[in-house]
């Protein structure tokens, strides 16, 4: 079941108002509806006066669940919830909207580099060479991608260069980081990077990531107003299990905090090749 939270604010403005809010400081209502193999819970609270009263929330809730979709802006810090977190869905989206990208526009002595400190996702790296023969890998644990690069070497014959430290990241023409970047490392304002969340640190080149999907026609989901279709759609495959959503490629993604479209990041890359 996907639990939601929207939260809003009405706070008093006239005396009458002011007297009400302090005998009533928030009000709570629920709504349950089922849909398909998916049963959505969504929890109204309005706040008036005071601050938030997850305890009272928690108390309305079905289940009494653990992970709930609401707004980042909500601070959860010593609440009983966690809000739920979609950089594992985005990561998948990424691969597959760079994958589109590539099939499309890349030749095959283009460098690229694929970040991934903590080795999450050695899988990634047989799609990847299909439409490149320069792949880089650098991760702090590279004994997991050094198997693997010796697996398709067996395999295939094609060869990857793994390395061990961020300062060894070299200009390259594309950077893929299925991570959040936390740390600088070395670049040239030539990359486009592609990374699943917004960036820790000021990363020079073009920076894409907040990647936009639709969900098909066939999943006439009811979406809650409070959140993003992508936001929930993530919450569809990673907490109901509806893995066709995995195969999704995005319109779009945000770049310099504007959602930028699939085909203005084709061009993109055409201009990388071109140079």
Same mark, same amino acid.
């Given at each position: ?12 403005? %006239? ?217 929930? %759609? ?42």
């Amino acid at each position: 079941m996907i639990t939601v939270l929207n939260t809003t604010e009405n706070f008093p403005k %006239t005396f009458q108002e002011k007297i009400s809010a302090a005998f009533h400081p928030y009000s709570i209502s629920t709504n349950f509806c089922s849909e398909e193999r998916v049963n959505i819970f969504t929890v109204n609270y309005i706040q008036r006066k005071g601050n938030i009263r997850y305890d009272k929330i928690y108390q309305n809730c079905i289940g009494k669940p653990k992970t709930i979709l609401c707004s980042k802006e909500l601070i959860l810090d010593n609440t009983p919830f966690k809000r739920f977190d979609d950089i594992e869905y985005q990561t998948l989206i990424m691969k597959n909207l760079i994958i589109e990208l590539l099939k499309h526009n890349i030749k095959r002595d283009m460098k690229i580099i694929f970040y991934d400190p903590y080795a999450q996702y050695p899988s990634f790296l047989s799609e990847f060479l299909s439409y490149t023969s320069t792949l880089t890998v650098v991760s702090e644990m590279p004994k997991f991608y050094e198997n693997e690069a010796a697996r398709i070497m067996n395999e295939t014959g094609a060869s990857i260069i793994v390395k061990n430290d961020i300062s060894m990241i070299s200009p390259c023409d594309i950077l893929i980081a299925p991570c959040t970047i936390e740390k600088d490392f070395p670049s040239c304002a030539s990359e486009i990077i592609f990374t699943a969340a917004k960036p820790l640190v000021n990363c020079k080149g073009t920076v894409f990531y907040d990647y936009k999907v639709s969900l098909p026609e066939k999943m006439n989901y009811t979406i809650p107003d409070c959140i993003d279709e992508t936001y929930f %759609t993530a919450a569809l495959y990673s907490l109901c299990k509806i893995n066709e959503l995995s195969h999704l490629s995005p319109y779009g993604c945000v770049c310099e905090s504007k959602l930028i479209s699939k085909e203005e990041i084709f061009q993109l890359i055409k201009n990388v090749v071109r140079n």
